[in-house]
């Protein structure tokens, strides 16, 4: 089977809508498919209203259309979802869009795929083209661990997330300490509510900014990448000092070797008493959750403090310890505890 000569995009979020202007502009003919009503991906309806760039205005924008000075150094998500919608109204790009249509599936026509691609639409109908783009991002796809036992409050995952409103107890416990989770425990705390944290493991925990700039923009491309280690180390070092004053267990990996932390509040809340960091979980039993018991010296004390949870967090994470420590509460008055509790689970 021949394909046409045309390309697909799927996806009308940052990349696809960047990759759709590229291909006006070099005259390549293309169909574009969103499964949403609007443009914007994650930033239309994938974050929670309180959402802030953790890179920065001036290393987020378009090249050939930068984000206004007017706009603050970690813009929101409103702002983004305005820039792209302006990004796509400047260069002719929104009638382009199909919208409300989904991609059910994307085959090669051939093993190597150089004779085409089979594209399904959600309505059955289906196209071949010369080449497929698939800009329709990783945030959808829910990552949702198991544990053993059985947890019997309210379970919510950071992607569902989108206001303290959502929280419908009084306890939220938050697994991982990927960005989202650390600004969902960040904003529990905010609210009142007693907010913990369980980690697998230790972090580097970047700040915003460091000596007033913005941390993505130290990342310069002429320094190399052992000078910018030395160097961020250096900041954290000076700014923080050692996970451990926090209660946190020492990151096990080289920095830059995950996805970095970027989160100047968390540390601040911790040292506050507003969020309290927990190791990893071991099991459920009903709303009491167990933790397993620290290997590090830094977080031993904390994160096995007793309690009752009336949240949970899941991850899929490794065991590190035989041990167990229990996780129960205080007597609190009626009129908290009957609450209906609250969970909220954050993919690492």
Not at 158 to 169: E, H, I, L
Request: glycine share 8%.
């Amino acid at each position: 089977m021949k394909s046409d000569n045309k390309y697909c995009i799927i996806g009308a979020g940052y990349c696809g809508l960047g990759i759709a202007k590229a291909f006006q502009d070099y005259g390549i003919e293309f169909d574009w498919f969103e499964k949403n009503e609007a443009l914007g991906g994650n930033w239309l309806n994938g974050v929670y209203d309180s959402t802030h760039i953790i890179s920065s205005r001036d290393t987020t924008g378009y090249g050939d259309f930068p984000m206004p000075k007017t706009l603050s150094d970690f813009p929101s998500r409103a702002e983004i979802l305005a820039y792209l919608e302006s990004y796509a109204e400047r260069f002719n790009l929104v009638k382009l869009i199909t919208f409300n249509t989904a991609v059910e599936s994307v085959r090669p026509l051939d093993p190597s795929g150089m004779t085409g691609w089979k594209v399904r639409l959600a309505g059955g109908e289906e196209r071949t083209y010369r080449g497929v783009v698939v800009a329709n991002g990783h945030h959808w796809d829910k990552r949702i661990p198991t544990y053993p036992g059985e947890f019997t409050g309210k379970t919510l995952h950071s992607k569902d997330y989108k206001r303290p409103v959502d929280f419908a107890g009084s306890r939220v416990l938050v697994v991982g300490a990927g960005n989202s989770g650390c600004d969902i425990a960040v904003e529990a705390a905010s609210q009142g509510l007693e907010s913990y944290m369980s980690m697998r493991r230790g972090y580097y925990f970047l700040p915003k900014t460091i000596f007033g700039v913005p941390t993505a923009e130290i990342d310069r491309p002429g320094l190399p990448t052992f000078a910018q280690k030395f160097l961020l180390k250096a900041a954290l070092k000076l700014i923080h000092g050692d996970n451990e004053k926090y209660g946190l267990q020492k990151p096990d990996h080289e920095l830059f070797d995950h996805h970095p932390i970027v989160n100047s509040q968390l540390l601040y809340y911790i040292r506050h008493g507003k969020v309290r960091p927990k190791v990893d979980i071991d099991r459920f039993e009903g709303k009491k959750v167990w933790f397993k018991a620290s290997t590090s010296s830094g977080s031993a004390s904390r994160a096995a403090a007793p309690a009752r949870s009336s949240a949970r967090a899941l991850s899929s994470w490794p065991r590190s310890s035989s041990r167990r420590k229990r996780w129960t509460t205080p007597s609190r008055s009626t009129s908290r505890s009957s609450r209906s509790p609250a969970r909220a689970c954050c993919s690492a």
